[in-house]
């Protein structure tokens, strides 16, 4: 069995498992998704989805986030760490995409990462669930669950991002990725992984190498 024939196998079971392939993360317009993104890092997605309704309610356009005061905009997320970088990225970012871009969130990984605070991950994202290109979203439950598929041997996003994308369907790569945030917090825990629940058991590396 190729890899990618094994790849196809786990996209197929992940689907069965969890037909609902969608981010965690709450957001309503493509900056709100990308500001949500940002205080992601970090932080729990169910903290994020906590913090942002008051956020996207006291700025509720582009242009408002743009002219706030990065002080502001720390006291809403203070809760989410880090939070003067990343009040600091999130007006920057809505700044850059008013000046340089239109008030249009760009759809590619070059202009998405020439934002404040945007990293390949974030801008994968976008690319994936705003502009409906194939994406793969290196974050730690992908990374984590395709290392014991045996697909990677590397905690590197951007080498993950790369070996994923040589085998994973184009078309599936995207909610591949989702439905593996959710296999991760469901049954591929960190640390001790439930491989007598897991629906990848049968083609995966860790799972075969524990009978």
Do not use: W
């Amino acid at each position: 069995m190729t890899e990618k024939e094994r790849a196809v196998l786990c996209v197929e079971a992940l689907k069965k498992e969890y037909p609902d392939a969608i981010c965690s993360l709450v957001a309503d317009k493509d900056y709100e998704l990308l500001i949500a993104t940002r205080l992601s890092a970090q932080c729990t997605d169910a903290r994020v989805n906590l913090v942002t309704p008051a956020l996207f309610a006291k700025y509720p356009t582009l242009e408002a986030f743009a002219n706030a005061e990065v002080s502001d905009v720390e006291k809403l997320i203070h809760s989410c760490g880090f939070y003067r970088a990343k009040a600091k990225d999130i007006v920057g970012m809505t700044q850059k995409i008013l000046n340089d871009f239109g008030g249009k969130v760009p759809d590619n990984i070059e202009d998405l990462t020439s934002l404040p605070g945007v990293g390949r991950k974030t801008a994968n994202l976008i690319c994936g669930d705003v502009y409906g290109k194939p994406a793969v979203v290196a974050d730690t439950h992908l990374i984590r669950i395709t290392n014991l598929l045996g697909f990677v041997s590397t905690k590197d996003p951007y080498k993950v991002e790369l070996a994923l994308k040589k085998i994973l369907p184009p078309e599936e790569s995207n909610n591949f990725c989702h439905r593996c945030v959710l296999h991760g917090r469901a049954v591929c825990v960190a640390r001790r992984p439930q491989c007598d629940k897991c629906c990848m058991a049968d083609f995966c590396r860790h799972a075969q190498s524990e009978k």
